[in-house]
T-cell receptor, first 112, second 112 residues
Framework: DQQVKQNSPSLSVQEGRISILNCDYT??????FLWYKKYPAEGPTFLIS?????DKNEDGRFTVFLNKSAKHLSLHIVPSQPGDSAVYFC???????????FGKGTRLSVIA | ETGVTQTPRHLVMGMTNKKSLKCEQH?????MYWYKQSAKKPLELMFV???????ENNSVPSRFSPECPNSSHLFLHLHTLQPEDSALYLC???????????FGPGTRLTVL
């Protein structure tokens, strides 16, 4: 049973436009959410996180939105740059002794 | 050295060989992880250690044997692997099991 779902395996966006990556979760106990970025043959890099007490967190060009009632979060990248082309993983945690649960990833291609 | 380091970065081995992957974290974290990522597949959590105790083993074949001698070091001992075990093996660490994980660069393993 997939607790964290990224339903779009891939996304193409033009340089300078907004990229929106989506993530849905099923476990209502999740209260901490993260996005990671991964280039080929490298380890994932932590990008941004949000706690369930907030509905928005911003860091430069990256903004994460959380809709708890819909069990949905999204990552907005604006403006998108070619260097943003990577696989983006959504992850969630419910605290306690449970490690992060990762989605399957969305491959973002930013076209110049 | 800072962050999470992994050695070797690349490894080619025959099916009858025995080799070990090493991970070291310089972040003072209490939890460490092994993940496997095969080509175009999602991250697969293999093992979780917290305070040097194994807390999770996700149905990983016995030809993979983890070892955590202290909170800074994690090993993955490999023996009689199969070609389908060829993948990127990633190590990660976090302050607590539920917290943000920081990944190493990975070991690209090829089994001939």
């Amino acid at each position: 049973d997939q607790q964290v779902k990224q339903n779009s395996p891939s996304l193409s966006v033009q340089e300078g436009r907004i990229s929106i990556l989506n993530c849905d979760y099923t476990n209502s106990m999740f209260d901490y959410f993260l996005w990671y970025k991964k280039y080929p043959a490298e380890g994932p890099t932590f990008l941004i996180s949000i706690s369930s007490i907030k509905d928005k967190n911003e860091d430069g060009r990256f903004t994460v939105f959380l809709n708890k009632s819909a069990k949905h979060l999204s990552l907005h990248i604006v403006p998108s740059q070619p260097g943003d082309s990577a696989v983006y993983f959504c992850a969630a945690s419910g605290g306690g002794n449970t490690p992060l649960v990762f989605g399957k990833g969305t491959r973002l291609s930013v076209i110049a | 050295e800072t962050g999470v380091t992994q050695t070797p970065r690349h490894l080619v081995m025959g099916m009858t060989n025995k080799k070990s992957l090493k991970c070291e974290q310089h972040l003072g974290h209490n939890a460490m992880y092994w993940y496997k990522q095969s080509a175009k597949k999602p991250l697969e959590l293999m093992f979780v250690y917290s305070l040097e105790e194994r807390v999770e083993n996700n149905s990983v074949p016995s030809r993979f044997s983890p070892e955590c001698p202290n909170s800074s070091h994690l090993f993955l001992h490999l023996h009689t692997l199969q070609p389908e075990d060829s993948a990127l093996y990633l190590c990660a660490s976090s302050q607590d099991i539920w917290g943000t994980q920081y990944f190493g660069p990975g070991t690209r393993l090829t089994v001939l």
